[in-house]
């Protein structure tokens, strides 16, 4: 088999070589320019019978416009006005009742661009309409926002790992909090870089730091709430060629971890040695195991992907710890299946084919399914909204529900780079009627 | 490659009808958008008459790129649309588009060199080889990736593990037979 770096090399020298170089395509460009705008200007002088065309097209149109957005307005709620905290991007959001909750926050390209590049840590105490930044002190040097890490335990609990290039070698700095962000105590500062967190309780948690040019990580545990860090093993990290990947760390208990990836390797001894963990399931290459969420010692669940493009996708139960895991099956047009979330072993709610390519190839709304028997079975949720922007096509980013009833989405447009937007929605009934909370431009 | 700001002054005149300032501006992201077009139809006629497209929506809809924003990302997701539009309305750009004046200067075995790996490229679906040509071919962070497709990073980043995997297959099922 082929690694990635050959992969990648094949891929660039395939591209290449039916990339002939064009010196004359900035005046060729100009040309055409010239061109268009000329012919546009011609069309223009002779108005006429096209300005007669034109409006009793612009007729029919404004017909069209207006049954269109009745028919909106009717289905839609109003929209409240977006609060400045929103009008960036929400990545990822952790609500952990049905008013607070976290949001980790990229700044805009153009503030990275401009130096101002810290990732922001906010949250809100009311359902999502207001949002308050309570970022720890940020260290000097931080060379990118998608090298910090964050992780948020509970309303109150959130560490966040600061990679910071330094004036020597690049070093992850952890901060915690216990008021909400309120104050932040600074922990151990590690040689390192791309941190991934976990804390399993207020005072027990992990950090990992992927050792550059391998497949392990440095391992280092605490047990005072990341003050002091204590190095553990190097844990096999098979990483992702962007560094940024769907390898994850998780705990269920002090001392039973796991570690996802193109396979899932489990921990007995609190991360001292790792195991391939037996799936029922045989993954072919592509295929991975996402980190296994646990709702107890006992009850867990991850999502699988055993094929790579629109194939079987399904979830793996356990109930025994891990021990054993059993298959789920994901509805049968779910997909591309992107967006789930379950709130305990039972309740879950995903959206099938969440994603552009189902959008485009059945251009109907996309459907919201609840199970209440652990993925046993799924039941199609009639709601009040289109999972797609109004106007053409959107992307549903996140799925959190907080209890039964209680949940947040998050939609955003697509397709308008200069313009995005976010739509921030909450339910109070499971999922039927969703209400926009807030809607906000993708501006810094 | 790094994301330049585009400059206040240039921006106001293009909007104003300056079609030199614009071009000014847009010089810089035609080389990145004929790649990205020829990436993704690995055809280099094609691929100029994408960016060409492009150019002319952009002059258009300059009024929407917002004061102080990077041009090349908004930009480069003109041309990926037009992509789209020429794969699927191939036919127009072949009548519409007289033959290129300028010859194509490729080696001898170019086009020969890959032809496996682009041949499961194009079974890609579109939005998987778009991350994988915006982030392998044009060595462009996720986060430009993400202003590019209009996706979060996290869904670039599965959307390329994704495509790297399919391709990956792919080329082994081809190998195998």
Redesign the interface.
């Known amino acids: 088999?082929?690694t990635?770096n050959q992969?990648?090399s094949?891929?660039?020298?395939?591209?290449e070589?039916?990339?002939?170089?064009?010196p004359?395509?900035?005046h060729?460009?100009?040309k055409?320019?010239?061109t268009?705008?000329s012919t546009k200007q011609n069309d223009q002088a002779r108005p006429q019978l096209r300005l007669g065309l034109n409006v009793v097209a612009m007729l029919v149109l404004i017909g069209l416009v207006v049954a269109v957005v009745g028919v909106y307005l009717t289905v839609h709620p109003a929209v409240v006005p977006a609060h400045p905290g929103v009008g960036r991007?929400f990545?990822?959001t952790k609500m952990v009742t049905a008013s607070t909750g976290w949001s980790w926050v990229?700044p805009s390209?153009?503030r990275?661009?401009?130096g101002v590049s810290p990732v922001e840590l906010w949250r809100t105490t009311d359902g999502g309409a207001h949002w308050t930044n309570v970022s720890p002190p940020s260290l000097p040097d931080r060379p990118s926002?998608?090298t910090d890490n964050a992780f948020l335990l509970d309303a109150t609990h959130a560490w966040v790992a600061e990679a910071s290039s330094g004036p020597a070698r690049p070093h992850v700095t952890t901060f915690r909090t216990t008021d909400g962000g309120k104050t932040w105590h600074e922990g151990a500062s590690i040689e390192g870089e791309s941190p991934d967190l976990f804390f399993i309780d207020p005072n027990h948690g992990w950090l990992v730091l992927p050792v550059q040019g391998t497949t392990s990580a440095g391992l280092y545990s605490t047990d005072d709430a990341g003050l002091h860090w204590n190095f553990t093993s190097f844990a096999p990290w098979a990483g992702?060629?962007?560094g940024?990947?769907?390898t994850r760390i998780t705990f269920s208990s002090i001392t039973t971890g796991w570690i996802s990836g193109w396979n899932l390797m489990v921990t007995h001894d609190g991360g001292v040695t790792w195991h391939v963990q037996p799936l029922p399931i045989t993954l072919?290459?592509?295929?991975?195991v996402s980190s296994p969420t646990f709702f107890d010692r006992q009850h867990g669940i991850a999502y699988c992907?055993t094929s790579?493009?629109p194939g079987p996708e399904m979830f793996l139960v356990t109930s025994d710890g891990g021990i054993t895991w059993v298959v789920r099956n994901t509805p049968a047009e779910a997909p591309p299946l992107?967006v789930f979330d379950f709130v305990d072993a039972n309740h879950g709610w995903l959206i099938a084919g969440s994603?552009?390519?189902f959008s485009a190839v059945h251009g109907a709304p996309l459907p919201l399914y609840r199970t209440d028997d652990g993925g046993l079975t799924w039941v199609r949720v009639p709601t009040n909204v289109l999972w797609r922007s109004p106007d053409e096509s959107g992307?549903i980013?996140s799925l959190d529900f907080v209890d039964e009833k209680n949940g947040f989405a998050m939609r955003?447009?697509?397709?308008?780079?200069?313009?995005?937007y976010t739509q921030w929605l909450s339910t109070t009934d499971g999922g039927r009627t969703w209400t926009v909370v807030v809607e906000a431009p993708r501006?810094p | 490659m790094?994301?330049?700001?585009v400059p206040i002054t240039l921006v106001q005149a293009a909007k104003q009808g300056d079609?030199v300032a614009f071009?000014s501006l847009?010089?810089p992201s035609?080389?990145p958008g004929?790649?990205l077009a020829?990436?993704m139809l690995?055809?280099?006629q094609a691929?100029?008459d994408a960016?060409?497209e492009a150019?002319?929506k952009a002059?258009r809809?300059l009024g929407?790129?917002?004061e102080?924003?990077?041009l090349r990302?908004?930009f480069l997701?003109i041309v990926a649309?037009e992509c789209r539009t020429v794969r699927r309305s191939r036919w127009w750009s072949v009548l519409k588009w007289p033959k290129s004046e300028?010859p194509?200067?490729?080696?001898p075995d170019?086009?020969?060199?890959?032809?496996e790996?682009?041949r499961a490229?194009r079974r890609l679906?579109l939005?998987k080889r778009m991350v994988?040509?915006l982030?392998?071919?044009l060595d462009l962070p996720?986060?430009?990736i993400s202003?590019?497709?209009?996706?979060?990073?996290?869904?670039v980043?599965?959307?390329?593990?994704?495509g790297?995997?399919?391709?990956?297959?792919l080329?082994?099922t081809r190998d195998e037979n």
């Open positions: 088999m082929k990635d992969l990648r094949e891929f660039r020298s395939a591209l070589s039916v990339t002939p170089a064009a004359w395509l900035a060729a460009v100009s055409s320019l010239d268009r705008l991007v990545y990822p990229e390209i153009e990275r661009s401009a926002s998608y992702w060629p962007t940024n990947g769907l072919p290459a592509g295929g991975y992907c790579n493009g992107e994603n552009a390519e992307y980013d955003r447009k697509l397709g308008d780079v200069a313009n995005p501006t | 790094a994301v330049l700001t079609k071009m847009l010089e035609l080389e004929y790649r020829c990436g690995h055809d280099s691929a100029e960016v060409q150019a002319f002059w809809k929407q790129l917002r102080g924003h990077a990302p908004w997701g649309n300028h194509v200067e490729t080696s170019s086009g020969l060199s890959g032809i790996l682009r490229l679906d939005n994988l040509v982030h392998w071919y996720l986060d430009e202003a590019i497709t209009g996706i979060s990073v996290h869904a980043e599965g959307r390329l593990q994704r790297m995997s399919e391709l990956r297959r080329m082994e």
